[in-house]
């Protein structure tokens, strides 16, 4: 998680990441940008549907007015075809406060992101499977909304995952609820303090650990979901909050951090389940990136199996949707094109989940591969 204030995290992290040689749909004209997610690679359609869930039992923790925790969750999920309009990336209102947070985006139209071309389609019939699908929880950085993983999303579910991604709410720029009304960032307006860290550790596991429950009571949802495979993969502060939950969650059987930095920096018990960190070349032993968390945090991870892994060329946004979007929206390149940064967390993520889910060797994680040379195992 970055130590800095919303507005110049988001900055930061649209202006410095990874920048791909435009494909001809994306070129921007006249200021007027198209942008667009990669397509899954799985044999799977994808539909998405979005939930309101409201926990009645604690009031917000980032604004205590409120009496009830609400949250915004999507789920991916196969589906028998693909029937229907594609699922809406941002809302115009989300998109407006995501663009105009960007000063070199003054000139972009502030619906360019509600336009992003996606390849889930809402409310697509599921398809059933006898048993019900693993679950994978996704988390997204802080300031950033859970549309920001959709690139992952849309291919766990295109290979077989039911997929919940968990809008944790104020700790992203802008969600939109049912009916329109928009909120904003709040936690950690001051600044992104380990104080604060451990604080949005503890609020996502609350958060993870409510969905969890709403979708094991549902009865359109639980009959989808094999409640003995769930993982969770978090980016940046979702990232580091997946791998404090891991080892206290009765639920969730393995998780992958993000590039997220880790506040506290020891977890409260040992990871013995298995885990997976890929981070940007800072985040390399003894480099230390910005506070040497992750060598810090590394001998607390106990399990028979688990893996620290560094992707060169990779910024902090390099593993999430920023990857692609950036340039298309014609902003500053970074050293990895952005289509390769996602299919590198692709690959790898989704290997993880095959091994660890569904029981299926992936010689991937063994060792380097000639396919991914910018991937390297410590």
Excluded: C
Aim: no cysteine; net charge positive; hydrophobic share 40%.
């Amino acid at each position: 998680m970055r130590k800095t204030v919303a507005t110049l995290a988001l900055s930061a992290s649209l202006a410095t990441s990874a920048v791909a040689a435009l494909p001809a749909e994306a070129v921007p004209v006249a200021n007027k940008p198209v942008t667009a997610l990669p397509a899954p690679t799985g044999d799977h359609p994808v539909g998405r549907t979005d939930l309101h869930l409201v926990d009645s039992s604690r009031p917000d923790p980032w604004v205590p007015s409120r009496k009830a925790r609400e949250l915004m969750v999507s789920i991916w999920y196969p589906a028998r075809k693909a029937t229907g309009k594609p699922s809406r990336y941002l809302t115009p209102r989300e998109s407006e406060l995501v663009i105009r947070s960007v000063p070199q985006l003054k000139d972009v139209p502030a619906d360019t992101l509600a336009k992003t071309r996606t390849h889930a389609r809402a409310d697509a019939p599921a398809l059933p499977r006898k048993g019900g699908r693993p679950l994978v929880v996704l988390s997204p950085g802080m300031t950033m909304p859970r549309a920001t993983m959709t690139s992952l999303a849309e291919e766990f579910a295109s290979r077989g995952y039911l997929v919940a991604g968990i809008e944790h709410t104020y700790e992203s720029l802008a969600t939109t609820f049912p009916g329109g009304r928009t909120v904003t960032f709040e936690a950690g307006k001051a600044g992104q303090t380990p104080e604060t860290g451990a604080k949005v550790a503890r609020v996502r596991a609350a958060d993870t650990e409510f969905v969890l429950d709403r979708l094991a009571k549902s009865k359109r949802w639980n009959r989808l979901i094999d409640e003995r495979r769930i993982a969770m993969v978090g980016h940046s502060a979702g990232g580091q909050s997946a791998a404090h939950l891991l080892p206290s969650s009765k639920r969730i059987k393995a998780a992958v951090n993000l590039d997220g930095t880790y506040h506290p920096g020891t977890p409260a018990k040992p990871l013995d389940k298995p885990f997976m960190m890929i981070g940007n070349p800072r985040h390399a032993p003894g480099h230390g990136g910005s506070d040497g968390s992750w060598d810090t945090f590394w001998p607390h991870v106990t399990g028979d199996w688990k893996r620290w892994l560094t992707v060169t060329g990779a910024e902090h946004a390099s593993f999430t949707d920023y990857a692609v979007l950036q340039p298309q929206l014609g902003l500053p390149a970074a050293p990895m094109d952005g289509a390769r940064s996602i299919g590198i967390t692709r690959a790898y993520v989704t290997a993880f989940l095959d091994l660890h889910l569904k029981g299926e060797r992936r010689p991937l994680l063994d060792k380097p591969s000639k396919d991914y040379p910018e991937v390297r195992f410590w």
